[in-house]
Nanobody, 115 residues
Framework: QVQLVESGGGLAQAGGSLRLSCAASRNTFSFSAMGWYRQAPGKQRELVAVFTAGGMTNYADSVKGRFTLSRDNAFNTVYLQMNRLSPEDTAVYYC?????????WGKGTLVTVSS
């Protein structure tokens, strides 16, 4: 069973930064895709950033230039560096790992950005 453990959420001011971490129970390159999604109150869950099976990194238009996805496989961890945060980034952020047709999710970490 795959386990994903998120950390790093919290409260930030607009214009500030946070870094989220997602520790996986196995090598992050073993998944066909891995990244972050978020869900704001009253909205559907949406993709934020993902490493794809083709070796690319995709970002939502709303975070391009502000957020950076990276990984350190010595620790089986994927990171989401979030800069120039805005109140619109307030959401629960979920780590996702896809193993062919199976999606694994972390429990989520709350990010709140104050204006």
């Amino acid at each position: 069973q795959v386990q994903l453990v998120e950390s790093g959420g919290g409260l930030a001011q607009a214009g500030g930064s946070l870094r989220l971490s997602c520790a996986a129970s196995r090598n992050t390159f073993s998944f066909s895709a891995m990244g972050w999604y978020r869900q704001a109150p009253g909205k559907q869950r949406e993709l934020v950033a993902v490493f794809t099976a083709g070796g690319m990194t995709n970002y939502a238009d709303s975070v391009k230039g502000r957020f950076t996805l990276s990984r350190d496989n010595a620790f089986n961890t994927v990171y989401l560096q979030m800069n120039r945060l805005s109140p619109e980034d307030t959401a629960v952020y979920y780590c996702n790992a896809r193993d062919l047709t199976i999606d694994y999710w972390g429990k989520g970490t709350l990010v709140t950005v104050s204006s």
